[in-house]
């Protein structure tokens, strides 16, 4: 994912561009096809490139609208064929006529045409900054389901935004202060609530949440997107609800599988893993009519090695996918990614104390894509809790007349909660 940082002064002061360097080389990973660094007046706005769409491949931020409107944006869309393709001067980009369309100038047409409705309306992975100099406000957004990160520290004169806390922590004069309370959220659980950041004074935009800040300082907060608890789907049959899934998960792959490039997947055992493998070499097979423009991307696999721990090993089930599907195989050596080797490489990261015990998996197979040419990396997380044996709708088997499994169910769940 890309990297979106900057610095809006609302006393007129002007913006240090050696201050926004560093506040991208806090987060130099994100940047590796370039950074790009807009710095006039009071405003400095920087932009670091990784092309994964080929929409992407070339692409050039802050884009420019009119009145010196400008966007930044770390995004992904999934329904770019909503919206038509933006006129000179509303999310265009003069000069470059004979490029594809960006993601970032789609969001700023939209964002131009329609400023109250339009964030409802952008499906994807996304987070952005638009500044409008004419009412003097910057506003902020971060998809639905907080796929994209955007963090923002506001003070008396000046207002601070990028993609990763380190970068905010690295601009002049901002103290590294903890958040007491969201450190006592860690400790008692490992969990934070939304929005809680580990340093006091920075905030973090909530999944589905425009930010606005003014010149008085001011934060006016909406939401544009939440879940609907009154939308039902009802179908007579379980067969049609597992249709209806399947059509979900295999949009939604369609939808990532639109890079310029190889697409890497950690692939186990489980459930999630092997479903985003599965769907992928499914829509590779089957779906050439669907194609990205290219054609899809190869997939590649990347997996667990127990030798030690053989009862560990899931390598059966991971070949056979493979094999069903075609795809090569790369085998990390489990053992040489157990927590604490090499710490502390794979030690905690400064915006989050939280180390998962597969994060020495995650880095090594990540490396490995990245060496093998892969511009985009998947992993399923979560998934066999989601869809397992501890998931409960007694209402759900009432409706469907299995009053028998319900009375089961019921009975069960008496047995752990009396």
């Excluded at 994912?1 to 201050?19: K, L, N, T, Y």
């Excluded at 769907?279 to 696999?301: H, K, M, N, Y």
């Excluded at 915006?351 to 994060?359: K, L, N, T, Y």
Aim: net charge negative; aromatic share 8%; with cysteine.
């Amino acid at each position: 994912m890309s990297g979106i940082c900057g610095i809006i002064r609302f006393d007129g002061g002007p913006v240090s561009r050696e201050e926004l360097l560093r506040m991208a080389n806090a987060a130099a990973h994100r940047g590796p096809h370039g950074t790009f660094v807009h710095c006039e007046d009071s405003v400095g706005l920087v932009y670091q490139s990784l092309e994964i769409t080929p929409e992407s491949v070339g692409e050039r931020q802050p884009v420019a609208g009119p009145a010196g409107t400008l966007l930044l944006a770390d995004a992904r869309l999934d329904n770019r064929g909503d919206f038509p393709s933006p006129a000179s001067g509303a999310g265009g980009a003069p000069g470059r006529d004979e490029c594809p369309v960006t993601d970032a100038q789609l969001i700023l047409a939209e964002l131009l045409r329609d400023p109250d409705g339009g964030p409802a309306r952008i499906l994807g992975d996304f987070a952005w900054a638009l500044w409008d100099p004419r009412s003097r406000e910057l506003r902020l957004a971060r998809d639905a389901m907080g796929m994209r990160a955007l963090y923002y520290r506001v003070e008396p004169q000046r207002v601070l935004f990028a993609t990763e806390v380190k970068q905010i922590l690295a601009a002049d004069r901002v103290p590294r202060k903890l958040n007491e309370l969201a450190v006592a959220w860690h400790l008692s659980g490992m969990q934070t609530p939304p929005g809680q950041v580990f340093y006091a004074g920075i905030d973090s935009v909530l999944p589905g949440e425009e930010v606005r800040v003014g010149a008085d300082a001011r934060l006016r907060r909406s939401v544009f997107w939440r879940p609907d608890p009154r939308h039902r789907i009802r179908y007579r049959r379980d067969e049609e609800y597992a249709e209806h899934l399947r059509e979900l998960i295999i949009d939604a792959m369609r939808a990532r599988l639109r890079t310029r490039g190889p697409a890497g997947v950690s692939l186990s055992g489980g459930l999630d893993s092997a479903t985003i493998a599965s769907v992928a070499g499914w829509l590779r097979e089957r779906d050439a009519s669907g194609a990205p423009v290219g054609g899809w991307p190869q997939i590649l696999a990347y997996t667990w090695a127990f030798t030690e721990l053989p009862q560990c090993d899931e390598r059966e089930n991971v070949y056979r996918i493979a094999s069903a599907y075609v795809l090569p195989v790369r085998e990390i050596p489990a053992e040489e990614t157990y927590p604490l080797v090499d710490y502390p490489a794979h030690g905690p990261d400064e915006d989050d104390p939280f180390i998962s015990m597969f994060q020495p998996f995650i880095d090594t197979a990540a490396d490995a894509a990245r060496d093998d040419g892969a511009v985009v990396f998947f992993q399923g997380v979560r998934g066999d809790m989601m869809c397992g044996g501890g998931v409960t709708d007694v209402q759900g088997l009432v409706r469907a007349g299995r009053f028998s499994d319900a009375r089961a169910e019921l009975a069960r769940l008496r047995a752990i909660y009396r």
